[in-house]
């Protein structure tokens, strides 16, 4: 069994400490793994794809546990837990970056779909958190001082502003923030963090998926992030936790504002997907993308 070795405290740091991340595999997750073993972070990397895993320890300092596993079942996430605590002992930081948006005329969406979203965005953060819970609130010792577990979700701008081109993806990044903001007042007296990362348009395969199949010009209003700055932003809610960071933080405002009159977004809506759309366009020239007719297929990118 390997056990976190304990560092002298220097404000809240990851080193040291047992991180699980979703997702690890993806262009976000990546950077989020290559950010936490910079920092010293013994990490547990969790995807679908074992070659994908393979590729991400084949660019760290230190050997990662990787996991194989499919968060759309219930016993691979009770199977994640068990082997994490059985290699390491310990788990002191969550990442909730797994992710998933098909691109679907929802009126023509399939059972299966619609689950698999809902599935991966929503009910695998939610087990992997209650799964957790009771060693994330052990905290860890940190050169004589306690520090708390922590719980860091990647959620999405679209749990702020609803996308009429994702209904479902909407509906479970809604849910997957509003799980998030009820856990963080639920574990606030247990010794656990929580954070949220709620980002616009992130440059990964996912997001040119959507550029070229019909997904939403919201994507688009501001410049797509890079991974890297989601990860970034992931390090910075660990060392300064905060409940919600927003990637950039002018979308978080101008999202958050628009939502205090939903009334108006049928009036508003239009406008941003006009705005929207010269950046889609702009995206694709610059990307050399080439559009395809949308909505031909589902596909889970």
């Avoid at 098909?102 to 929503?122: G, K, M």
């Avoid at 609803?162 to 909407?170: D, G, L």
């Avoid at 019909?214 to 660990?238: C, D, K, W, Y």
Wanted: glycine share 10%.
């Amino acid at each position: 069994m390997i056990r976190a070795a304990l560092t002298p405290r220097s404000g809240r740091t990851p080193q040291g400490a047992v991180a699980v991340v979703t997702g690890a595999a993806g262009a976000i997750g990546t950077e989020i793994a290559l950010a936490l073993d910079a920092a010293g972070a013994h990490l547990a990397l969790v995807d679908l794809h074992r070659d994908g895993l393979e590729a991400v320890q084949a660019r760290l300092s230190r050997p990662a546990q990787l996991i194989a596993a499919d968060l759309t079942r219930a016993a691979d996430i009770t199977r994640i837990r068990e082997e994490v605590i059985h290699w390491h002992g310990a788990c002191h930081l969550l990442i909730n970056n797994a992710g998933v948006v098909i691109v679907e005329p929802f009126e023509d969406s399939r059972t299966d779909t619609i689950e698999t979203e809902l599935n991966v965005n929503l009910l695998a953060p939610a087990l992997l958190s209650r799964e957790f819970f009771p060693w994330l609130r052990l905290g860890r010792d940190q050169g004589g001082a306690w520090q708390q577990g922590q719980i860091v979700t990647v959620v999405s701008m679209a749990g702020i502003i609803p996308i009429a081109e994702s209904a479902v993806y909407t509906a479970s990044k809604f849910g997957l923030r509003g799980l998030m903001l009820a856990l963080a007042q639920r574990f606030a007296g247990q010794g656990v963090l929580v954070s949220s990362i709620l980002p616009g348009g992130v440059d990964t395969g996912m997001l040119r998926h959507e550029a070229t199949h019909g997904g939403s010009p919201l994507n688009f209003l501001s410049e797509p992030q890079t991974a890297r700055q989601v990860a970034q932003a992931v390090l910075a809610s660990i060392h300064r936790p905060r409940l919600e960071r927003y990637v950039p933080y002018g979308d978080g405002l101008s999202g958050r504002l628009a939502m205090l009159w939903p009334g108006l977004l049928p009036r508003l809506t239009p406008l941003m997907n006009v705005l929207g759309e010269r950046g889609r366009q702009r995206y694709l020239k610059t990307r050399g993308l080439t559009e395809v007719i949308p909505h031909d297929s589902a596909q889970t990118p």
